[in-house]
């Protein structure tokens, strides 16, 4: 990837000091299917991620700490990964940072 691209993804008022490049534009965000086979709603749809991460508005019993699993699919409903997260923080607008602790491949 080159430098130019993972600089277009990040916001000019941050710089890119993040070990995985982190992807903001709206048309190339992620939905997060969780275990259960809930969808988050279309507003649930990640705010940013990359390969370690990401930010989404979780459901309000989300806890601090918590280990989350399921899948992330492609705003048309492809799914992409399996991913186990652990909830790093939650703001205060209900924006819950996770972290991936397990990528794994959808089996098929």
């Given at each position: 990837m080159s430098t130019t691209?993972?600089?277009?993804?990040w916001p000019p008022h941050q710089d890119n000091r993040r070990q995985h490049e982190r992807i903001?534009?709206?048309?190339?965000?992620?939905?997060?299917?969780?275990?259960?086979g809930t969808l988050?709603?279309?507003?649930?749809?990640?705010?940013?991620?990359?390969?370690?991460?990401?930010?989404?508005y979780g459901p309000p019993d989300w806890q601090v700490g918590e280990t989350i699993t399921g899948m992330l699919e492609s705003r048309q409903g492809s799914p992409a990964i399996n991913v186990t997260a652990t909830i790093?923080?939650?703001?205060e607008d209900g924006r819950a940072a996770l972290q991936f602790t397990k990528v794994e491949p959808i089996s098929k």
């Amino acid at each position: 990837m080159s430098t130019t691209s993972a600089k277009a993804s990040w916001p000019p008022h941050q710089d890119n000091r993040r070990q995985h490049e982190r992807i903001f534009e709206p048309g190339r965000q992620l939905r997060l299917v969780v275990d259960d086979g809930t969808l988050l709603s279309a507003k649930h749809v990640t705010e940013n991620w990359s390969a370690g991460g990401c930010l989404v508005y979780g459901p309000p019993d989300w806890q601090v700490g918590e280990t989350i699993t399921g899948m992330l699919e492609s705003r048309q409903g492809s799914p992409a990964i399996n991913v186990t997260a652990t909830i790093l923080r939650i703001d205060e607008d209900g924006r819950a940072a996770l972290q991936f602790t397990k990528v794994e491949p959808i089996s098929k």
